[in-house]
């Protein structure tokens, strides 16, 4: 009987948004995908323009779009093992195109994604993008930074607030591409879903300028696109021209979402353009 049960398609609302900032390369790249059954959220990175930062960061999200898109049935077999095969894969992918391509340096990209199904969450991330988990207007869960200024935090010689604000907060310890053999990856025990959990995957460059208290506000507002593309404007504007490219995806679950019905797994990639606004 278990076997057979009937399982209710996907529903969600999400909606992903970008700006470039004061950079002068947009390095950031995101994509959401999805099944009757399944939906994931991905997120990359990218560092040093000059090193193809936005190569290594596409090839992050894409290798989460293939495996995703191969998928035989439409759920994830094992997700743990889905999660950390797939950023290991992207991480040699890197490493396969800086020596097909003969580049004088290693372009690197942190990595943060989530996966949704069978009433679970799971989460895995490298580096310093964010998995915010917001329910009951508060964030019940967040991935612990893999960098310097974390470590001090953890360590007690900086607050968590000044972590945001510290001149070496762009710092990382651990990222895809990079350094070959110093990469990991942090991998959730999986959390049970409720209704209206809001799924907020970030670069520090949307997380750093923002509170806690504004992101909230994405899992009770009614028009979950516009209340992204406000606090990544605002984000921006606070950074004026030192701000990063600043990225996110944003899924809403429950019964009163939108139902995806697919035949096969579907994916998307936010294409790179900018918000509305001068900064």
Not at 82 to 87: E, G, P
Request: net charge negative.
């Amino acid at each position: 009987m278990g076997a057979q049960k009937h399982r209710e398609k996907m529903k969600f609302a999400v909606h992903q948004a970008n700006h470039i900032g004061g950079r002068k390369y947009n390095q950031d790249r995101v994509g959401y995908a999805y099944t009757n059954e399944a939906l994931l959220l991905v997120l990359a990175d990218g560092m040093g323009g000059h090193l193809h930062g936005e190569i290594a960061a596409q090839i992050a999200v894409h290798s989460f779009m293939r495996a995703f898109a191969r998928l035989e049935q439409p759920r994830v077999k094992e997700p743990e093992v889905f999660l950390r095969a797939t950023m290991r894969a992207g991480h040699d992918a890197i490493f396969d195109y800086v020596r097909a391509e003969k580049l004088d340096g290693n372009p690197g990209t942190t990595c943060v994604a989530a996966l949704v199904q069978d009433g679970q969450i799971w989460w895995a991330h490298a580096g310093d993008s964010r998995f915010y988990l917001l329910r009951d207007n508060a964030v019940t869960s967040v991935t612990h930074d893999h960098s310097v200024v974390q470590q001090w935090a953890d360590w007690g010689i900086i607050s968590a607030a000044e972590m945001k604000t510290h001149p070496d907060r762009n710092k990382i310890t651990n990222c895809l591409g990079g350094v070959e053999d110093m990469f990991y990856v942090d991998v959730s025990k999986p959390t049970a879903t409720e209704p209206g959990d809001t799924l907020l995957l970030c670069s520090d460059g949307f997380w750093s300028p923002l509170t806690d208290e504004e992101m909230v506000q994405l899992s009770s507002v009614q028009t979950l696109s516009e209340r992204l593309d406000e606090l990544v404007v605002s984000a921006v504007y606070r950074e004026g021209a030192r701000a990063d490219n600043t990225t996110a995806v944003v899924a809403r679950l429950g019964d009163g979402e939108e139902e995806h019905a697919t035949d096969v797994p579907v994916c998307i990639m936010l294409n790179e353009r900018d918000l509305p606004g001068n900064f």
